[in-house]
């Protein structure tokens, strides 16, 4: 089964630094396109950053120099370090796998919560 | 940047009605058009992809049509698991989500 597991949220001050790990389990995500994506309470979704099969990775411009994806091949896992952390960053954060570069996001985790207040 | 916009913003339905939601890009996207399902406090639920490709296990009540700047979803016959809020999502240049559609019981 096809799955994705997030964890590392919590509550953080601002300024401050975390790190999101996403487990996958069912499909290689060096095979895959592997993203995140965030949530602010009772809004909409908002893209945040992306990494190719092939490494090249990608940010939308309100995290650029912020927020750093990256994966551990060995392990399966795809991570989000995030560093000056600021409120308008709090949000449930998604993990989410496009097979296909043209077919969308087809899966999702459970989204993980992060909280930046003082 | 590339901006998305649906419309309406909520829509009151019953069961059995067709429904469309409407969503346009500032600029040509061609077909690289996505449609998500989310229900409260779960994750999105993809269900068209390519702007017309029916994503695997989605049911045949969903569809898709645009192109370029102007697309649409349509739900044929509303069932009582469809009340839910909808997202398009341009992936053209980057990756960009449209504000949502709630679809709620009339």
């Known amino acids: 089964e096809v799955q994705l597991v997030e964890s590392g949220g919590g509550l953080i001050q601002p300024g401050g630094s975390l790190r999101l790990s996403c487990a996958a389990s069912?499909?290689?995500?060096?095979?895959?396109?592997m993203s995140w994506v965030r949530q602010a309470p009772g809004k909409g979704l908002e893209w945040v950053s992306i990494?190719?099969?092939?490494?090249?990775?990608y940010y939308a411009y309100s995290v650029k120099g912020r927020f750093t994806i990256s994966r551990d091949n060995s392990e399966n896992t795809i991570y989000l370090q995030m560093k000056s952390l600021r409120a308008e960053d709090t949000a449930v954060y998604f993990c989410a796998r496009a097979r296909d570069i043209l077919a969308g996001f087809d899966t999702w985790g459970q989204g993980t919560l992060v909280t930046v207040s003082s | 940047d590339i901006q998305m916009t649906q419309s309406p913003s909520t829509l009151s339905a019953t069961v059995g009605d067709r429904v469309t939601i409407t969503c346009r890009a500032s600029?040509?996207?061609?077909?690289?058009l996505a449609w998500y399902q989310q229900k409260p406090g779960k994750a999105p639920k993809l269900l068209i992809y390519k702007a017309s490709s029916l994503e695997s296990g989605v049911p045949s009540r969903f569809s898709g049509s645009g192109s370029g700047t102007e697309f649409t979803l349509t739900i044929s016959s509303l069932q009582p698991d469809d009340f839910a809020t909808y997202y398009c999502?341009?992936?053209?240049?980057?990756?960009?989500f449209g504000q949502g559609t709630k679809v709620e019981i009339q």
């Open positions: 069912g499909f290689s995500v060096t095979n895959s396109y």
């Open positions: 999502q341009q992936y053209n240049s980057y990756w960009t």
């Open positions: 990494i190719y099969s092939g490494g090249n990775t």
């Open positions: 600029q040509s996207i061609g077909a690289l």
